[in-house]
């Protein structure tokens, strides 16, 4: 039995999305002309209550895109220490906008406003100033944490009060939503712009959109064409998006069920350590005592895929294509690699 727990990124289109991408309707999206591209921007827009939206090829591009909008060269932007952005966008907003990321802490995937009032700097001769404060929803490197909706105004008004603006990374946002029961609308509509992926654990095999005001998505268009990304009949594509909104939303608790019962079996066993604390949507973070690419390795062995992302820690990250006898094995595969390993 092979259980692919790497990221919910390795998931399959489903049946119903190859029906709707072999039946859809397509045009030239660079000329704003592809009729199913347009239904999901409109689509997505709404459910997130900004004013219009960009499809995107990557959840990287749209992050990137919307730095370059939001700032000049000789800015700043304040990302957290373990964010998307700055770990695995290989310095985009240095490369792409010609701008200084700074950092703002956030342990155990918590964020102190107050740590990031105290990072805001004001530009001078000497000074690079700070235009824009991102954000990331679940937190993927924090364990798939949840920001909580309360913070949101919060930190709207820090950003007010220094003129910043506020950039969402929600390529895991409907997992944060399913989680609370609550409308995504709960983060989206104290951000300018937010970014949320279809190609997670919603199963689509490309595509994130960026969504925002008129005006910002206009030059947001601009910016893709920059980039790279201006595509042509993708409607393709977005098609398979439109069927993940409509059946793949709601499903997401199922992986928080089961990301729960793997982290619960897994913090029993001798040489790993989880904080359940931080499971909460469908990540598991496993520290372990053996070096982690030795037990990767191990795993591996039992048909077992996970990362090793850091020298002792594990992500697993459970999604459509593991049921319930793929965790079950993973579980038995976990505890053959810690017997074997015999470490405390
Ligand atoms: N994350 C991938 C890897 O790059 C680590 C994964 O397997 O989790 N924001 C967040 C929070 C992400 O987790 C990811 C993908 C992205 C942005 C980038 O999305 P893509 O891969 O579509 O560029």
């Known amino acids: 039995m092979r259980v692919d727990l790497r990221s919910d990124t390795v998931t399959h289109p489903t ?22 591209v347009n239904r999901l921007q409109e689509r997505v827009a709404e459910m997130l209550g900004h004013e219009a939206a960009l499809f995107t090829p990557t959840g990287t591009m749209a992050n990137e895109i919307a730095i370059k909008v939001w700032t000049q060269p000789m800015d700043a932007i304040l990302v957290d220490e373990e964010s998307h952005i700055l770990h695995y966008e290989l310095a985009g907003p240095a490369v792409l906008s010609g701008v200084q990321m700074d950092t703002y802490p956030i342990p155990h995937g918590r964020i102190d406003p107050e740590a990031i ?37 919060v930190l709207r008004q820090i950003a007010d009060s220094h003129g910043l603006r506020i950039h969402l990374d929600g390529a895991r946002l409907f997992n944060a939503s399913v989680a609370l029961g609550v409308s995504p609308q709960v983060w989206t509509r104290y951000a300018d712009s937010v970014m949320v992926a279809f190609s997670k654990g919603l199963c689509c095999p490309i595509g994130s959109a ?54 619960e079996a897994i913090a029993e066993m001798r040489g790993f350590r989880v904080d359940l604390e931080t499971v909460q949507t469908n990540m598991v973070y496993v520290e372990t005592v053996a070096p982690a690419p030795e037990v990767e390795r191990r795993l591996a062995e039992h048909g077992v895929l996970c990362l090793a992302l850091d020298p002792h820690r594990l992500r697993l990250v459970t999604h459509h294509d593991v049921d319930d006898a793929g965790i079950e094995h993973a579980i038995r595969a976990f505890r053959a690699v810690s017997d074997a390993l015999g470490v405390h």
């Open 15 to 36: 049946p119903a999305m190859r029906q709707a991408m072999a039946n859809a309707e397509v045009g030239d999206d660079v000329f704003g002309e592809d009729p199913t």
């Open 117 to 153: 009032r105290r990072r805001i700097r004001i530009a001078d001769d000497h000074t690079p100033g700070t235009r824009l404060l991102c954000i990331e929803n679940t937190h993927n490197r924090c364990g798939g944490t949840i920001l909580p909706p309360e913070q949101m105004p």
């Open 210 to 263: 960026l969504v925002g005001s008129r005006a910002f998505i206009q030059e947001a268009h601009r910016v893709r064409k920059l980039f790279g990304g201006g595509m042509r009949q993708v409607g393709v594509l977005a098609a398979a998006c439109l069927v993940a909104l409509d059946t793949m939303i709601d499903r997401l608790a199922e992986d928080h069920r089961r990301a729960r019962r793997l982290a």
